[in-house]
């Protein structure tokens, strides 16, 4: 059964940062393009970032570009999302996701989803 799991979470003062990481399992996903979403509490879920196979393209929210940079590890099937210069409206469960495209992700669809990180940012 494929998995992908969530790590890196925590609690960071606003302006500081933070490395979320996204281990899958199961080969079929070592060539889906593989993304990062959020949710607030009280707020849908919402698209963060994406990471193409091999990797040559990469698609941000407005909300993050310039201050998130997500990457990915194909030999081991993983997927990173470096956060820096952290806000307190970036607070949320962070989930990783898979997919066939990266169109796919930034619609807010995927193949298989983790089970969410928690990042919150203090004022």
């Known amino acids: 059964q494929v998995q992908l799991v969530e790590s890196g979470g925590g609690l960071v003062q606003a302006g500081g940062s933070l490395r979320l990481s996204c281990a899958a399992s199961?080969?079929?996903?070592?060539?889906?393009?593989m993304g990062w979403f959020r949710q607030a509490p009280g707020k849908e879920r919402e698209f963060v970032a994406a990471?193409?196979?091999?990797?040559?393209?990469?698609n941000y929210a407005d909300s993050t570009k310039g201050r998130f940079t997500i990457s990915r590890d194909n030999a081991n099937i993983r997927v990173y999302l470096q956060m820096t210069g952290l806000k307190p409206e970036d607070t949320g469960v962070y989930f990783c996701?898979?997919?066939?495209?990266?169109?796919?992700?930034?619609?807010?669809?995927?193949?298989?989803w983790g089970q969410g990180t928690q990042v919150t940012v203090s004022s």
């Open positions: 996701a898979a997919a066939r495209a990266v169109n796919v992700l930034v619609r807010g669809a995927g193949s298989a």
């Open positions: 199961g080969r079929t996903f070592s060539t889906y393009a």
């Open positions: 990471i193409s196979w091999p990797g040559g393209s990469t």
